[in-house]
């Protein structure tokens, strides 16, 4: 299960690199929609380095995520057709927040309390 976990996260981050770096053939309106994609897609991906990176902790993981986004939009300034765009780095960062607040509530507290029940349970 592991090794599944860690080729979802390599995949995912290839695809998020791939989007971010490849020119546009056409002129994306700057909507609603281009930020909530940035925001949707680092909310899952803090919450994928902090599944596979487990020693980490969540200031580490949204740290990780923050500095992947800041040098992905760094490079898009040399791409054609691309451009920094501080917006877009802060649907990113608050993605990465968010995405760590979930985790910690659902995953850690909510799913930890669950399996510990089912755990006294059966004993």
């Not at 659902?106 to 510990?116: A, M, R, T």
């Amino acid at each position: 299960m592991r090794k599944l976990i860690i080729s979802f996260y390599i995949l995912y981050v290839l695809i998020i690199t791939y989007f971010s770096l490849t020119p546009i053939e056409h002129n994306i309106s700057e909507s609603i929609w281009d930020k909530a994609a940035h925001f949707i897609s680092y909310l899952f991906l803090v919450m994928i380095v902090k599944k596979v990176h487990i020693r980490f902790n969540y200031l580490t993981c949204v740290i990780i995520c923050c500095s992947y986004s800041f040098i992905l939009e760094c490079i898009q300034y040399f791409i054609p057709d691309r451009m920094f765009d501080v917006l877009d780095m802060l649907a990113n960062v608050l993605g990465a927040f968010l995405g760590t607040l979930l985790y910690y509530f659902i995953i850690e507290k909510y799913i930890g309390k669950c399996s510990e029940v089912t755990a006294n349970a059966v004993e």
